[in-house]
Each structure stands twice: as structure tokens, then as C-alpha cells.
């Protein structure tokens, strides 16, 4: 089967502030806006200069899902845990999403893939995501 990941999708409080945060941290740029008046659902995809893309999602009424401090944590419970991303430089990437607001959840390291560092740090909704450096020397 030929197939790839198009994007993730994550549910967010406040679709103006993540839609903002995400552009300005991740250099994410939208691609288009959408609104199903039905269910009051607004979203916006958001695509990185390499081909990623996250879609945002906000409904009036939502209620804070699994909210792990960790990902040992997360890994407590069945479903969406994280999304990561790669980076040529781990630590640059780690302290300029701190500066932004990212919350620290775990400090560049050592991955338990040989050979792979990796961080992890939260978006302003607590919403965890692991950043890995591969081929680190």
C-alpha cells in the first residue's frame, strides 16, 4: 500500500491562541480555514515549509481530554499521546519553543533509539510534543 501521514489533528480550547502559538513556534503557515456550522466546529490547517501539517479543531462546549504532565504518563492511557517532529539541532529548537511559552517536560537527551537524542516540551494547552535529533554524533 502506498501511503503517508498527511497530518495530525488536535483538539484545542482556544483556536485563535494554538492556531497562533504553532505559526510562531513551528514557522507553521495556514493553509485554509474552515467552519461546519452544524456542530459549531472551526478548525485551521496549518503546513510547515517541509510538508508537514497540523490541523486545529475547536468546538464550544469541548472539555479537557488526557492532559499528561510526561510521556510516561501519557502512555497510561489508550489513544492520542503526542506528535513529534525532527530537527537538525535539538537544544536551539528545545529553548526557542521554551521562549515562546512551550512548558518543559523533559530536557534534551538521550533517546532509547541509539544514536537519537530527543526533548519533549507541551504547547500552551498542555498538549505534549517530542522533538529528535537524528543522527547525532
Given at each position: 500500500m502506498l501511503a503517508r501521514l498527511d497530518h495530525v489533528g488536535l483538539?484545542?480550547?482556544d483556536l485563535v491562541t494554538q492556531t497562533a502559538w504553532y505559526r510562531d513556534?513551528?514557522?507553521?503557515a495556514p493553509v485554509f480555514e474552515f467552519r461546519l456550522d452544524g456542530p459549531g466546529l472551526s478548525g485551521v490547517v496549518l503546513a510547515h515549509p517541509q510538508g508537514w501539517?497540523?490541523?486545529?479543531?475547536?468546538?464550544?462546549?469541548?472539555?479537557?481530554?488526557?492532559?499528561?504532565?510526561?510521556p510516561m504518563t501519557a502512555v497510561l492511557t489508550e489513544g492520542y499521546g503526542h506528535f513529534a517532529v525532527t530537527t537538525p539541532e535539538?537544544?536551539?529548537?528545545?529553548?526557542?519553543l521554551?521562549?515562546?511559552?512551550a512548558?518543559?517536560?523533559?530536557k534534551p537527551g538521550p533517546?532509547?533509539?541509539?544514536?537519537i537524542r530527543m526533548a519533549w516540551v507541551s504547547d500552551?494547552?498542555?498538549?505534549?510534543?517530542?522533538?529528535i535529533e537524528k543522527n547525532a554524533e
Open positions: 483538539n484545542v480550547r513556534a513551528f514557522g507553521l501539517r497540523l490541523e486545529l479543531l475547536a468546538r464550544p462546549g469541548s472539555a479537557p481530554g488526557l492532559r499528561a504532565p510526561d535539538l537544544e536551539p529548537v528545545y529553548e526557542a521554551v521562549a515562546r511559552g512548558g518543559e517536560v523533559m533517546s532509547p533509539e541509539p544514536g500552551p494547552e498542555g498538549n505534549l510534543i517530542e522533538l
